[in-house]
């Protein structure tokens, strides 16, 4: 059972727009910053957003990130094939004094 | 870049030791922290500990009991030692830099997968 809570599976057609959410508390995600990482299959997750929304340099602008309250999202524009992976949600918690991530959710570009 | 790649046993017996080592190429281990994160198969991250290239440390309160991570900066190595392992232990080990402004992290070794079993 994760901390964070992100539906399983979301999906979509290409060249669409997706988005993916992330819920949490006040103890993460009300009170502190939101990262996003990308896992494609086999590899390791690779950060994809820090700080609610900030793209990290490489990382492609279709990809953005939003924050209200206890709640974050991840959005992905143009969709393309190779976005198909799992998206994981991450956040500081400040009961744990540690980071806490979301069970992910596996996009599938149909 | 920095780089990070994994290495250790790839299979160790319940109830013993599991040791990983980190080694990170193109910078130094000075001056950042430095984590350890574990994926059981099919399952979600979870977050294990982490260090600063001082030595001092901050575990999760579930492992901490067992879990012991030290750095070496002569040799630009970081370890893992996970005490009394039994399956539920099994998983792919990452390490990866950790970035405190934010809470994240921003390069990660590819993972080695450690199975639990006699």
């Given at each position: 059972?994760s901390?964070?809570?992100q ?11 997706v ?6 508390s ?9 990262n996003?990482?990308q896992?494609?299959?086999?590899e390791?997750?690779?950060l994809?957003?820090y ?5 990290p340099?490489g990382v ?14 991840l ?12 998206y994981?949600c991450a ?15 596996k996009?599938?570009?149909l | ?10 299979l160790?017996k319940?109830?013993?030791t ?10 130094s281990?000075s001056?950042?922290?430095w984590?350890w994160v574990?994926q059981?198969?099919?399952?979600g991250?979870e977050?294990?500990?982490?260090i600063?290239y001082s ?11 067992r879990v012991?991570i030290s750095v070496d900066?002569?040799?630009?190595q ?5 005490s009394?392992?039994?399956?539920a232990?099994?998983?792919?080990y990452?390490c990866a ?5 934010a809470?994240?992290f ?6 080695t997968?450690?199975t639990?079993s006699?």
């Amino acid at each position: 059972q994760s901390v964070l809570t992100q539906p399983p599976s979301v999906s979509e057609a290409p060249r669409q727009r997706v988005t993916i959410s992330c819920s949490g508390s006040s103890s993460n995600i009300g009170n502190n910053a939101v990262n996003w990482y990308q896992q494609l299959p086999g590899e390791a997750p690779k950060l994809l957003i820090y700080f609610d929304d900030q793209l990290p340099s490489g990382v492609s602008d279709r990809f953005s990130g939003s924050k209200s309250g206890t709640s974050a999202s991840l959005a992905i524009s143009g969709l393309q094939s190779e976005d198909e992976a799992d998206y994981l949600c991450a956040a500081w918690d400040d009961s744990l004094n540690g980071p806490v991530f979301g069970g992910g959710t596996k996009l599938t570009v149909l | 870049q920095v780089q990070l790649q994994e290495s250790g046993p790839g299979l160790v017996k319940p109830s013993e030791t599991l040791s990983l080592t980190c080694t990170v190429s193109g910078g130094s281990v000075s001056g950042d922290y430095w984590s350890w994160v574990r994926q059981p198969p099919g399952k979600g991250l979870e977050w294990i500990g982490y260090i600063y290239y001082s030595g001092s440390t901050n575990y999760n309160p579930s492992l901490k009991s067992r879990v012991t991570i030290s750095v070496d900066t002569s040799k630009n190595q970081f370890s893992l030692k996970l005490s009394s392992v039994t399956a539920a232990d099994t998983a792919v080990y990452y390490c990866a830099r950790f970035i405190t402004s934010a809470y994240y992290f921003d390069s990660w070794g590819r993972g080695t997968l450690v199975t639990v079993s006699s």
